[in-house]
């Protein structure tokens, strides 16, 4: 497997990128419906730290997939799709990197309005994007929660359509996206030549 992306096939790099960010949206999205349920304390106050920082890495690393998408390219269209498939999936592809971009500063914006600090895992401080407001903060809770039941549908419809193609289709939709080196297609057999030795029939009679 190369680092990077081939007309065929996702780079080990972009397969990275993409199942890190899968990982991770997963643990967000845990934490984020259970810890409002969370009795106020220590252990509420570090898993609502965590939330911030898995974000923020997030955040950072959809910035560093799109900057080597812009490098690496991207593979062409699996033949045989038709074109209005590969156009949603071009705009389902642009709307969960908005996503990915839209929510993590959302949720900044959140804090910032809220007047807490922002750190990156007790390793470093980050500014405020806004100033201290009420409505600021209502509207940006808002938004954030919003934006991400859009990216839970969008990630089911996304996941959705790669399984269809890969049980139902048949092609590497799904697998080119998939660690592991590739099969090599199976080359199909050469008919052999046809035999040019004489027949009986063929054949010059004997003198007797």
Request: aromatic share 10%; proline share 9%; no cysteine.
């Amino acid at each position: 497997m190369t680092l990077k992306n081939t007309d065929d096939r996702w780079g080990a790099v972009s397969q990275l990128f993409h199942w890190v960010i899968v990982a991770l949206i997963l643990v967000m999205a845990y934490i984020g419906l259970t810890m409002g349920d969370l009795p106020n304390g220590p252990r509420k106050i570090n898993i609502y730290a965590l939330h911030k920082s898995i974000g923020l890495t997030i955040l950072a690393l959809v910035v560093l997939r799109v900057l080597w998408r812009v490098y690496a390219g991207a593979p062409a269209p699996v033949p045989g799709t038709p074109t209005w498939q590969q156009r949603i999936a071009s705009v389902t592809h642009f709307l969960l990197y908005a996503l990915l971009f839209a929510i993590p500063l959302s949720g900044w914006v959140l804090n910032s309005s809220a007047g807490y600090p922002l750190q990156w895992f007790k390793l470093l401080n980050l500014p405020a994007i806004t100033g201290r407001s009420d409505g600021v903060h209502e509207a940006a809770e808002g938004a954030h929660e919003l934006l991400f039941w859009v990216l839970v549908a969008l990630v089911v419809a996304h996941a959705g359509a790669a399984l269809y193609h890969h049980l139902f289709q048949g092609d590497t939709t799904l697998t080119r996206m998939l660690p592991g080196r590739r099969k090599a297609p199976t080359p199909a057999p050469v008919a052999a030549p046809a035999s040019s030795s004489p027949t009986p029939q063929d054949s010059p009679d004997e003198n007797p």
